[in-house]
C-alpha cells in the first residue's frame, strides 16, 4: 500500500465487516485500530468492504447521489501558503487570477448550476478570511441565490469568528466548507501561515450560529493512515453533517506535487473508512475521484452518496455526462428536479455551450495535462 506502517498481518484480528457495520448504524464509535485496519490490511479484500460500507451509507442515503457544483467565485491572490494549493502565495501555478466575480455573473453561474441538477451550490473565496465588507457581499448574494433558486447553498471562505458567521446565518447560508484538511500533528507540514486550531475555531464558530458543516480532507499529502483515521474521528466529534474527501492532485508550481500512495484500492478504503466512522454523514468523493480512483471510480458510489460535477477550482473533472451515466449505470439515484434523462441531456448541450464556465472558469488543468506528471 506505501502508506503507514502496520504491524505483521498475523498479529491483526481478522475484521468482521458486517458486525462493524452494524455497530456503526447502532451509533457507535469505530476504534482506532479497526479503522486503520480497513486502510492497511491487505487481507480485507475490496468488495467485501464495499459491501459493508454501503448497507451504512444505504440505511441513511438509500440509492440517491446529490451532485454538488463548485463555483470558484474568487480565485488566487491569497497570501497563505497551503502547499497543495494553487491559489497559494508560494504556488507558481499559472492560473487565471481575479478578484470577486460580479453578482450577475454569480447568479448567473447558480441559474446554470440548477439546470444542470446541482442539489447544492457551492461558492468558494480564495484568501485568508472575508473582510467585514466581503461577508456582507456574501451574504447578500446567498439572500438572492435562495429567493430564486430551489438550491443548498454553500460558501468557503477562509477563517471566519462568530460575528461573520452569525452575518451569514441570518442570510440563510445553509453550510460553510472548512477543510480540516490534515491531523493536527502534520498541519504545520502543509501549512504556516495559519493553524489546525485556526480552522477548528473557525468550524466551531459556524455550528454555534447553526449553520451546517462542511469538512474534509486531502489524502496523499504524505500522512500516514493513523492520521486520516484521527480526521475521521475529530468530524465525528464534530458532529460534521458533510465530508468532502479530496485526494491530492499534482500540480507542478505547487510546494507539495508529488501525491503519496494513493493507489485506487487505497482511495476507496479511505472513503469506505470515513463511512463507518461517520454513518449518517454526506460523504463526499471530491478532487482527484477520476483522476485516482480510475476504473474503480463507480465503486466510490457505494462507501460515498455525493460527488462533485465537473470541477474542482482549478482542475477540470470528467464532463458532467459521462459522471451522471456512471451514476445510472451502477443504478443509483440523482436528487435533482429534473429526470436523469434531462440531466444527461442538459449536461451534453452545456458541455458544448459552457465548456468551461461550469465548474471552474479557471480551469488549467485537465485530467490528461495531470497524468503525465505522475
Ligand atoms: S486553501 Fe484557501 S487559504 Fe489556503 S492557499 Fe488556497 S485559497 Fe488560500
Redesign the pocket.
Known amino acids: 500500500m506505501g502508506v503507514g506502517v502496520w504491524p505483521t498481518m498475523s498479529t491483526v484480528t481478522a475484521l468482521d465487516l458486517e458486525l462493524l457495520a452494524s455497530a456503526a448504524l447502532a451509533g457507535e464509535l469505530i476504534a482506532d485500530s479497526d479503522a486503520e485496519q480497513i486502510l492497511l490490511d491487505p487481507e480485507i479484500d475490496l468488495l467485501p468492504l464495499v459491501h459493508a460500507a454501503y448497507r451504512v451509507r444505504h440505511a441513511r442515503w438509500d440509492k440517491t447521489v446529490q451532485v454538488h457544483i463548485l463555483n470558484n467565485a474568487a480565485n488566487?491572490k491569497?497570501?497563505?501558503?497551503?502547499s497543495?494549493?494553487?491559489?497559494?502565495?508560494n504556488?507558481s501555478v499559472p492560473i487565471e487570477e481575479y478578484s470577486m466575480k460580479s453578482p450577475d455573473e454569480i447568479m448567473e453561474e447558480a441559474r446554470l448550476a440548477y439546470e444542470n441538477g446541482a442539489f447544492r451550490y457551492c461558492m468558494?473565496?480564495?484568501?485568508?478570511?472575508p473582510s467585514t465588507n466581503r461577508t456582507d457581499e456574501l451574504a447578500s448574494l446567498v439572500r438572492n441565490i435562495k429567493a430564486k433558486y430551489p438550491l443548498e447553498v454553500c460558501v468557503?471562505a477562509?477563517?471566519l469568528d462568530d460575528a461573520k458567521a452569525e452575518v451569514l446565518a441570518e442570510a440563510g447560508l445553509d453550510r460553510l466548507n472548512h477543510?480540516l484538511?490534515t491531523s493536527e500533528e502534520h498541519y504545520a507540514e502543509i501549512?504556516t501561515?495559519?493553524t489546525y486550531q485556526d480552522r477548528l475555531n473557525t468550524l466551531k464558530a459556524a455550528k454555534r450560529n447553526g449553520i451546517e458543516m462542511c469538512s474534509g480532507l486531502i489524502a496523499g499529502m504524505g500522512e500516514p493512515a493513523s492520521d486520516l483515521v484521527e480526521i475521521a474521528q475529530t468530524l465525528r466529534s464534530l458532529e460534521a453533517e458533510s465530508i468532502p474527501v479530496n485526494f491530492l492532485l499534482p500540480f507542478e508550481g505547487n510546494d507539495l506535487v508529488e501525491p503519496k500512495g494513493l493507489t485506487p484500492e487505497y482511495c476507496l478504503r479511505v472513503l469506505c473508512m470515513f463511512r463507518f466512522a461517520n454513518p449518517t454523514a454526506e460523504i463526499r468523493v471530491a478532487a482527484g475521484r477520476e483522476f485516482h480512483l480510475r476504473s474503480l471510480e463507480p465503486l466510490a458510489l457505494y462507501p460515498a452518496n455525493s460527488l462533485f460535477l465537473e470541477g474542482y477550482l482549478n482542475a477540470k473533472g470528467a464532463a458532467s455526462n459521462r459522471t451522471y451515466e456512471m451514476i445510472i449505470d451502477a443504478g443509483f439515484e440523482i436528487v435533482s428536479d429534473f429526470s436523469a434523462e434531462a440531466l444527461v441531456d442538459s449536461a451534453e448541450k452545456s458541455a458544448v455551450e459552457h465548456p468551461v464556465e461550469i465548474g471552474g472558469k479557471s480551469a488549467v488543468k485537465t485530467l490528461e495535462d495531470l497524468r503525465p506528471s505522475l
Open positions: 488566487g491569497c497570501p497563505e501558503d497551503c497543495y494549493c494553487t491559489q497559494g502565495k504556488s468558494v473565496f480564495s484568501g485568508r478570511g468557503s477562509g477563517l477543510n484538511n501549512c501561515t495559519h
